[in-house]
């Protein structure tokens, strides 16, 4: 047993798990390799949030049942939000499949590949934390979600919230930054709700201000944030801290009061955008994004149109779309009818888009001409590229080498999605 193959479809959690794991299994000698067939051990690390997603995981699945006949002696994993407690239904569906793990569930394969190594992988493994990071890294510091919403079926694959202690996450970084990461993403489900759980109740401000004096880290952002616990003292340590990044990500899910009490969401538009104006009035120049779900059950013409409106009325940097899908398990699949079809959530999916690629085409041309500093993280068709502090995604072409570096650049053009910029004069 020699290699592994990780997929991995979904959220930065997702991205997260699939690292820690990857690590574990390097801990143990095996090496990544990029086809599933060549692989020892096969994970697929699947999410279900949306309906694509899921037959994403389900296709993959099933288009390697071949690979698993023609060597019976692999080990093929599914794990993340797909497995839920009963397992029986996917080990029916999938009968190739070994294992069935729940998110950061690494443990049954661990077991299964320290057994055929003959390894105790306990006594292997001294940290999750990736051994070979990049310029950014994911750092997990909350899971699970307390948050019942009628459409998310987070809180039934994830758990309840169980926040790490503030040491372990500052060890964590502190390695990470040791090996080179100049950047961290903190993540949660409900980032902002960060310690509410622990027994000297920290919170997440008490975190940024940990992070913020470790040694080569330069730049640190967590997501996503919760309207509900999004706190002065958060805000105000953004705004204090220099090294955590003027960039807050808050899901608003509709701009209609009718549909937050549907979904189960504890705030009104009022309320949501109260805490829109406290951030803005402590950050003149922070960029915001938010999630919008269109088409949820009920939704009528006017309550999408408050959507819209509220998208239009902050101006957001970023604004991540869905149509409705019900998920199986869900209070919404259980006791709401799906009434919006399809050609509806379509028109209404693409209006919210167009009224955003408008705004970010007026939002970004602005920063034509400026100077910005960016992280570079890596290459693109020959372009280095990388964010702004606001998160903004900027591409450059040079000859020389500046991965991982902090560089300046001058901004000569804008897209809706990304900026083109060349480097500013010393």
Not at 21 to 26: D, F, K, Q, Y
Not at 33 to 52: I, Y
Not at 147 to 158: K, S, V
Request: negative net charge; aromatic residues 6%.
């Amino acid at each position: 047993m020699r290699s592994y193959h990780l997929w991995t479809i979904g959220c930065q959690m997702n991205t997260a798990d699939s690292e820690r794991l990857g690590s574990a299994l390097e801990h143990l000698g095996l090496v990544p390799v990029d086809k599933p067939g060549d692989a020892d051990v096969v994970v697929l690390n699947s999410c279900v949030v949306r309906q694509s997603a899921e037959e994403k995981v389900v296709g993959t699945l099933t288009s390697w049942q071949p690979i698993k006949k023609k060597n019976p002696d692999q080990v093929f994993a599914l794990m993340g939000c797909m497995v839920g407690p009963d397992t029986s239904q996917l080990q029916r569906q999938f009968p190739h499949v070994d294992l069935f793990m729940r998110p950061q569930q690494f443990a049954p394969l661990l077991e299964m590949v320290g057994q055929r190594l003959d390894l105790d992988w306990e006594e292997c493994l001294d940290s999750l934390t990736p051994n070979r990071p990049g310029p950014t890294c994911f750092v997990p510091i909350i899971h699970g979600c307390d948050l019942m919403c009628t459409f998310c079926i987070i809180p039934y694959r994830r758990g309840r919230q169980v926040s790490r202690p503030v040491d372990e996450v500052a060890r964590e970084v502190e390695l990470l930054s040791a090996r080179g990461v100049k950047e961290v993403t903190l993540l949660g489900q409900t980032v902002d709700a960060y310690g509410h759980d622990l027994a000297d109740k920290p919170d997440l401000a008490d975190l940024l201000t940990r992070l913020n004096d470790i040694d080569g880290l330069e730049r640190i952002r967590f997501l996503t944030s919760h309207p509900s616990f999004m706190s002065d003292r958060i805000i105000d340590s953004v705004a204090s801290l220099p090294k955590v990044c003027e960039h807050i990500n808050l899901p608003v899910q509709s701009g209609d009061d009718n549909v937050l009490t549907r979904m189960r969401r504890p705030y009104t538009s009022g309320e949501y955008l109260a805490v829109i104006n406290r951030i803005k009035d402590a950050l003149p120049h922070v960029s915001l994004s938010t999630d919008v779900i269109v088409g949820f059950p009920g939704e009528t013409d006017e309550e999408y149109q408050r959507s819209l409106d509220l998208v239009a009325q902050v101006r957001f940097d970023k604004v991540h779309i869905a149509a409705y899908s019900p998920r199986p398990g869900t209070i919404a699949h259980k006791t709401m009818a799906d009434d919006i079809g399809l050609e509806a959530k379509t028109e209404r999916r693409v209006g919210l888009e167009n009224l955003q690629e408008k705004i970010l085409t007026e939002v970004n041309a602005k920063l034509v001409g400026r100077e910005e500093e960016i992280l570079v993280e890596g290459q693109l068709r020959g372009k280095w590229q990388g964010r702004t502090r606001s998160n903004k995604l900027v591409y450059f072409q040079h000859q020389d080498d500046y991965l991982g570096q902090l560089v300046r650049v001058k901004i000569t053009h804008s897209t809706p999605w990304s900026l083109q910029a060349s480097l500013a004069a010393a």
